[in-house]
């Protein structure tokens, strides 16, 4: 099936808040909380997300902190299915491995527990917003190097410039909004 895109600026579009350079100059942030703010929104948000991911066969729902950490519970939640916390280094309290990877404006770590999945079973990673790629394939790197497989990618928000989707190669990508 080919990635699935939705033209939802009404809903949704008008609810993201562009914020000029920050967290440096030259970056245009994408701001999800006025989304998040307007229940009406979010709630189609989620809904149009669960349309996305309908025909992804996936055991889990990963979401990567910290906003992903809302729009992925949010999706468990409503399609039934178990949340695995992927989180900044030294937040998670137990045996876990970790991530570094560099984004645009620096480098960061992320973690998660060892036993978040079982080896063979299809994870589905959700954050709010695909940039340049970075975050999401470290995510998968952890999934994968567990054990487990990703089933794909779920977005709120892509920055197509940034050519994120390149990065995670030829797994399954749905986004709600793309500038």
């Given at each position: 099936?080919?990635?699935?895109?939705?033209?939802?600026?009404?809903?949704?579009?008008?609810?993201?808040?562009?914020?000029?350079?920050?967290?440096?100059?030259?970056?245009?942030?994408?701001?999800?909380?006025?989304?998040?703010?307007?229940?009406?929104?979010?709630?189609?948000?989620?809904?149009?997300?669960?349309?996305?991911?309908?025909?992804?066969?996936?055991?889990?729902?990963?979401?990567?902190?910290?906003?992903?950490?809302?729009?992925?519970?949010?999706?468990?939640?409503?399609?039934?299915?178990?949340?695995?916390?992927?989180?900044?280094?030294?937040?998670?309290?137990?045996?876990?491995i970790a991530k570094t990877y560099t984004l645009e404006y620096?480098?960061?770590?992320?973690?998660?527990?060892?036993?978040?999945?079982?080896?063979?079973?299809?994870?589905?990673?959700?954050?709010?917003?695909?940039?340049?790629?970075?975050?999401?394939?470290?995510?998968?790197?952890?999934?994968?190097?567990?054990?487990?497989?990703?089933?794909?990618?779920?977005?709120?928000?892509?920055?197509?410039?940034?050519?994120?989707?390149?990065?995670?190669?030829?797994?399954?990508?749905?986004?709600?909004?793309?500038?």
């Amino acid at each position: 099936m080919p990635d699935q895109i939705y033209d939802v600026q009404s809903v949704i579009g008008s609810r993201i808040r562009a914020i000029p350079n920050y967290p440096k100059p030259g970056i245009t942030f994408r701001d999800i909380t006025p989304l998040l703010k307007d229940g009406d929104a979010f709630s189609k948000s989620i809904d149009l997300l669960a349309d996305a991911v309908s025909e992804y066969r996936f055991d889990y729902i990963s979401g990567i902190e910290a906003r992903g950490f809302i729009i992925a519970s949010a999706l468990a939640y409503k399609l039934g299915t178990g949340f695995i916390p992927i989180r900044k280094k030294g937040k998670l309290p137990f045996d876990k491995i970790a991530k570094t990877y560099t984004l645009e404006y620096g480098d960061e770590t992320i973690e998660m527990h060892k036993d978040s999945v079982e080896k063979g079973s299809d994870v589905l990673v959700v954050d709010d917003l695909l940039a340049t790629g970075g975050t999401a394939s470290a995510a998968a790197d952890l999934i994968k190097s567990l054990g487990a497989n990703v089933a794909g990618f779920a977005f709120i928000v892509e920055l197509s410039a940034l050519k994120g989707r390149l990065r995670l190669g030829s797994h399954k990508i749905s986004s709600l909004l793309i500038y």
